[in-house]
């Protein structure tokens, strides 16, 4: 196999109008992905949704317990920033993925 080249076309998200065939190219690296305005806005709100949560030391499936068999453990609020990190990561040696890369801001 070849270096990878990362590709120059973007795909913009804004949570609804992703198609199969988009994913499936996506998945082949054919595009690089930034979201729209407007999908920014929503996930900024979810964000505030999920401090309030954290905030007011709510149990809330899946963002201050595990998932799945772990629906029931509670996570250490010392652990909670790392807690999606993981979660990223066992996934990715489920798929085999030697190397993941994770970046974000809000």
Known sequence: PG???PPEEYLFLDGESLSTN???QLGKGCYKIKLTHDAEKKVK??????????QEKKVVYGI?????KFARTV???D?????????????????????????YSL
């Open 64 to 68: 201050t317990t595990g998932f799945g």
């Open 75 to 77: 996570i250490d609020s």
């Open 3 to 5: 270096k990878f080249e």
């Open 22 to 24: 988009d994913l499936r």
């Open 45 to 54: 709100k979810a964000r505030e949704l999920v401090e309030n949560i954290l």
């Open 79 to 103: 652990k909670l920033d790392t807690a999606p990190f993981n979660l990223i990561r066992v996934h990715g040696k489920i798929m085999n993925l030697t190397k993941i890369e994770i970046s």
